[in-house]
């Protein structure tokens, strides 16, 4: 009793005390682009995070953190093919679901988002198919909604709830066709829009994009991201009275960015803000850990720093880099509630009977129904794939493909990392079947080593090859060699692969015979340059193909294992 009526006081002591805390950046390392973060008190005192998933499937992925520092995957707020049936159609793979904005209200949480058909032309009116999300339980990816379509030839969309009652949107044009923020008012019951006009152009630079209001001290402060999501990307605020404008421009604009800079965090912009439970601001950004090679395969990450607002005033953020010193930040703490695991967490995956797909696992886009079966009779603890006709690449590189491409994986989420899983491949008879382990960016990027029937060899062959867009590029075949008959694999049925990061700039691919770890043999690496390319991050996965054969055939993947080695952060 009397310990618990002292501890408010002691816990005020400590703050008083420490006011810093460190930590590290990313605080969402991997595929988590375009971080959009809220705070809700009502839900426990938590927070979460939507990012941007492209051509991912399940997609729009939440995390939630207790302490700031541990993020949890809760839910996949697009989980049912049924929620966008389109996805499946979109070419290119800058395609798919782009930046997401989070928040919640009155008791709801609300996703806007956009599927764009980056393939079409940049003024055409169908380009972008502007959806909103919601759910009241945030846990489960189920409870998301289907979504609420409204018509604005844009995207970056992001909700503002007015004192007045009304929901004013902010977006922005295709740049090269109108570049401009843009406002409108949006009724979620019909998704009727409102006039849109034009509010803020930002400093100049090219792409102004990803705006966000926030309403304080008398002024509607608008936060957007300008320069491209490249070299040049910052954040720019300006401020006005009025919701409608004129919005007056930061002098001291751009408030972040790490252009022209040497760090490690390159890239860095599309920010949103929140404030934490003791009332700090926060800020989160997305950036990219460029290698001396310029090479970041895991694509743009999640970062957080601190910000200080003082009233009236505008906000300052502390520069983003490794080694954080921030707000003075609650003890440890992992959210119970939720699907998913701690991002950094790693899998090792036995597919036990009854168990479901982690929701860490991903297809591209959709995935064939039936071709995906955890522990079936017969073969317990495995997870059963059925080939597709389709490799990893596709006919055009860039479509779905009729009947899907079987391909199951999870994000690299550590500079070094081990991925490992073993195969069994008695099914495989007939010439360019082929099973194997990938690092998959998209369809025109990624780095397949397969075991492969050939019809010129009398064993199995490993086949390492790739295949990118990236200029002074290797030849699409890096190593084909025979399966070693020592390996017995004709008798076992059954292959180890493994992939890891070997250094700061290559992956190395290797196999073995089930169970004999030392007899693990590199079979080549590829560079990391290869898949640093476009909006998304690398997956790293299984896929089980015919290479257009026409016959298909099954195969058995066990003992899943995804190991974190190490993070670099400067
Ligand atoms: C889009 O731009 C193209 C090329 O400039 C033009 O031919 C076409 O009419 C435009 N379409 C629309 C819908 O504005
Ligand atoms: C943005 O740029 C357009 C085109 O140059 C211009 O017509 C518009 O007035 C500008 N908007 C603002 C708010 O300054
Ligand atoms: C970076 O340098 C280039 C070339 O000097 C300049 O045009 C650009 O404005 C700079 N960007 C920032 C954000 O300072
Ligand atoms: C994949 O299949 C296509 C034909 O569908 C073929 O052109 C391509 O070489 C194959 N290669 C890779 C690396 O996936
Ligand atoms: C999506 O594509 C896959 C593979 O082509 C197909 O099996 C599935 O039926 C499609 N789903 C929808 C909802 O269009
Ligand atoms: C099989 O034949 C193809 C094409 O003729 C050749 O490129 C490949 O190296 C051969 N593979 C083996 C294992 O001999
Ligand atoms: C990583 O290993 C590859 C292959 O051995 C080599 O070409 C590359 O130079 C190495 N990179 C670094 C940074 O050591």
Redesign the pocket.
């Known amino acids: 009793m009397l310990l618990r009526h002292l501890l408010p006081f002691l816990g005020l002591a400590v703050e008083v005390l420490a006011t810093h805390s460190t930590y590290l950046n990313p605080i969402l390392p991997g595929f988590h682009p375009d971080p959009s973060c809220i705070f809700v008190p009502e839900l426990d005192d938590t927070y979460f995070c939507a990012s941007s998933s492209f051509l991912v499937f399940p997609g729009i992925p939440i995390h939630a953190s207790k302490d700031l520092r541990s993020w949890k995957l809760i839910s996949n707020a697009l989980s049912r093919p049924s929620q966008l049936s389109l996805l499946n159609t979109t070419k290119r793979a800058t395609s798919g679901i782009w930046a997401s904005t989070l928040r919640y209200h009155d008791g709801t949480f609300y996703i806007f988002t956009t599927h764009v058909f980056d393939d079409y032309p940049k003024n055409a009116t169908n380009r972008f198919d502007n959806l909103v999300f919601s759910t009241k339980n945030p846990y489960s990816s189920s409870a998301w909604s289907d979504p609420l379509h409204f018509n604005f030839i844009g995207y970056d969309v992001s909700p503002f709830w007015h004192d007045d009652g009304k929901l004013y949107v902010t977006g922005t044009f295709a740049w090269e066709v109108s570049?401009?923020i843009q406002m409108f008012t949006l009724d979620l019951k019909s998704g009727a829009v409102g006039p849109v006009h034009?509010?803020?152009?930002g400093t100049g630079a090219s792409a102004p994009e990803g705006p966000h209001i926030y309403h304080r001290d008398g002024y509607y402060y608008l936060l957007i991201a300008e320069g491209g999501t490249g070299a040049g990307h910052m954040v720019s605020m300006a401020r006005s009275k009025s919701i409608d404008?004129?919005?007056t421009s930061n002098p001291n604009n751009p408030v972040l960015t790490n252009a022209n800079s040497t760090s490690y965090f390159q890239n860095l912009g599309h920010a949103d803000l929140y404030q934490d439970r003791r009332g700090k601001w926060w800020a989160v950004a997305l950036s990219v850990r460029e290698g001396v090679d310029g090479s970041y395969p895991m694509g743009r990450e999640t970062v957080m720093t601190p910000v200080t607002w003082e009233r009236g005033q505008w906000p300052v953020f502390e520069p983003v880099t490794g080694q954080m010193s921030g707000w003075w930040l609650d003890e440890e703490d992992v959210p119970r509630r939720g699907e998913g695991s701690l991002v950094t967490a790693g899998d090792d995956v036995h597919f036990i009977p009854g168990e479901g797909f982690k929701p860490e696992f991903v297809h591209w886009r959709f995935p064939v129904p039936g071709s995906y079966v955890v522990s079936p009779k017969g073969h317990e603890g495995s997870l059963q794939l059925v080939s597709s006709e389709s490799n990893l690449t596709g006919h055009d590189g860039r479509s779905a493909e009729p009947k899907g491409q079987t391909f199951i994986g999870r994000r690299q989420v550590d500079s070094f990392f081990k991925f490992g899983v073993t195969f069994d491949v008695k099914e495989l008879q007939v010439p360019e079947q082929e099973v194997g382990v990938t690092v998959f960016l998209d369809q025109l990027h990624h780095y397949d080593l397969g075991l492969v029937i050939s019809s010129n060899a009398s064993a199995p062959i490993l086949r390492l090859r790739g295949i990118t867009t990236v200029p002074a590029f290797i030849s699409p075949t890096i190593a084909t060699v025979p399966v070693p008959s020592s390996w017995r694999v004709s008798e076992t049925k059954q292959l180890a692969f493994q992939i890891r990061m070997s250094n700061l700039t290559h992956y190395t691919f290797s196999a073995g015979p089930v169970g004999k770890p030392s007899l693990m043999q590199d079979v080549g690496v590829a560079p990391g340059l290869g898949l640093t390319w476009g909006f998304a991050g690398a997956l790293v996965g299984v896929y089980a193909t015919s290479n257009d054969g026409p016959v298909g055939f099954k195969t058995w993947v066990r003992n899943w294992k995804y190991d974190g080695m190490g993070q670099i952060v400067d």
Do not use: A, D
Request: glycine share 22%; net charge neutral; proline share 22%.
């Open positions: 570049p401009g034009n509010v803020w152009n404008g004129p919005y």
